[in-house]
Nanobody, 128 residues
């Protein structure tokens, strides 16, 4: 089992920045592939960014150039640094982990059951 705990969400004005952190524990061998997703009004979750064990990153088009995903393998931490935030970025953000790449679902809305491990989420609210 893998446990994921997000932190760092909050409320900012449009144009502001936030950094999210996901602490990974448990069987980290099952969490080599990681990503950030966001959810708004329904149960589907949109892939925002993904990172593979070799550091390869993938971003959804709406966040390219504004969001940066990174990982600290020694500390088992995943980060998402978000800049120039917009009201449409308002959502619950989830850390995700899987045994296969999440790059294929970046920019795609998926049911939660399609990914092995999820955190409980952290709310990001951007006001105009």
């Amino acid at each position: 089992q893998v446990q994921l705990v997000e932190s760092g969400g909050g409320s900012v004005e449009s144009g502001g920045s936030l950094s999210l952190t996901c602490a990974v524990s448990g069987d980290t061998g099952h969490s080599s592939y990681m990503g950030w997703f966001r959810q708004t009004t329904d149960e589907a979750r949109e892939g925002v960014a993904a990172i593979d064990p070799d550091g390869t990153t993938t971003y959804a088009h709406p966040v390219q150039g504004r969001f940066t995903i990174s990982r600290d393998n020694a500390k088992n931490i995943l980060h998402l640094h978000m800049t120039n935030l917009r009201p449409e970025d308002t959502a619950m953000y989830f850390c995700a982990a899987d045994t296969d790449t999440l790059a294929s679902v970046v920019g795609v809305r998926i049911p939660p059951g399609n990914v092995h491990y999820w955190g409980l989420g952290t709310q990001v609210t951007v006001s105009s």
